[in-house]
């Protein structure tokens, strides 16, 4: 689904809350069965409303450029949180000089952890929520020696973030797959044979392990996954997202659906046209009880990298 104009806050009539309950209760046809875990509780009064972006902003790109996309993103009024992934350069000051993307980010009004190494930081909005505390988790080992695609250690990065409205408590976690995990080109939604199936099966066993232990009131993840959703919820492979993750998490796709050619890799000489790589998760059992409501979501688009920013917009009760 594509929104071209901001979503903003705050919630706006009876109409829109209504809709949005109806959307939890029936997952689109075709799409995924309908499951009671799905559905929301009775409405209530939201206490705050967020908006949750992943986005692969591309490890080649130059700092100019992703200071660029920095500043569009970040200037949003519906973004609250942002899990990037391939960030290399977030601290690398332009050729033309000027701000480094991080300083812009700060001057939008964003504090991000970087964790060291600003390969897949995260970002909140300052006005919104103060930082508590931050946890890095090793998920998998690089690629061996003389394996066909190359990768580096995959970490799980967490920040738990304090809501400066309500007081509540929010873990954000933020990951990167590496690439060829699935089979696609010949043997969709099955693992590849290459060394990095094993580390995203890995990524994603550690991931469900760690979440019921993150700290906070409620739970997401961003991430490029590497893996598509639609071919995921259909072929259901062992060790793969929805039978690993599936019985904690919920996805942005899954709750709120998508257009039949929607995708978020953008590189057609490289991927399929329709894959759904990157997505949002939302603790299930809070989706479950009403805790957390989804909205509405948006693959965001005139964004240059290879990848589109996926944004989810989450009532918080």
Not at 52 to 81: F, I, K
Not at 91 to 114: D, E, I, K, M, N
Not at 198 to 212: D, F, N, T
Not at 282 to 300: F, I, K, M, T, Y
Request: with cysteine; hydrophobic share 40%.
């Amino acid at each position: 689904m594509t929104t071209p104009a901001p979503i903003l806050r705050p919630l706006a009539t009876a109409m829109v809350l209504a809709c949005t309950c109806a959307l939890l209760a029936t997952v689109l046809t075709g799409r995924s069965s309908a499951s009671t875990s799905d559905e929301a509780a009775p409405s209530r009064a939201a206490l705050d409303d967020i908006g949750v972006v992943t986005y692969n902003v591309l490890v080649h790109r130059s700092p100019g450029a992703l200071r660029q996309e920095v500043a569009r993103l970040a200037a949003r009024p519906d973004v609250d949180v942002i899990g990037w992934q391939e960030a290399n350069k977030l601290v690398h000051r332009p050729r033309s000089g000027g701000a480094t993307p991080l300083q812009t980010l700060q001057a939008h009004g964003f504090q991000t952890a970087t964790f060291g190494k600003p390969k897949e930081p995260i970002s909140w909005r300052a006005s919104e929520f103060e930082l508590v505390s931050t946890a890095r988790h090793h998920m998998c080992r690089p690629a061996p020696r003389r394996a066909r695609v190359n990768f580096p250690a995959k970490w799980l990065n967490v920040v738990t973030l304090r809501d400066r409205q309500t007081g509540h408590l929010m873990s954000v976690t933020n990951v990167h797959v590496a690439h060829s995990a699935e089979a696609w080109r010949t043997r969709p939604g099955r693992f590849s044979r290459l060394a990095t199936a094993a580390c995203a099966k890995r990524i994603y066993r550690q991931l469900a392990r760690l979440w019921p232990t993150l700290p906070g009131r409620y739970v997401v993840a961003a991430g490029d996954w590497n893996f598509d959703y639609k071919t995921d919820r259909r072929r259901k492979p062992v060790g793969g997202m929805a039978r690993t993750l599936g019985p904690l998490t919920v996805s942005n796709w899954q709750l709120l659906g998508y257009r039949p050619k929607a995708r978020t890799v953008t590189m057609r000489q490289n991927h399929r046209p329709s894959r759904l790589i990157d997505w949002v998760l939302v603790n299930r059992q809070d989706v479950a009880s009403g805790e957390v409501r989804p909205l509405a979501h948006a693959v965001l688009r005139g964004y240059r990298s290879d990848h589109r920013p996926v944004l989810l917009r989450l009532a918080l009760h």
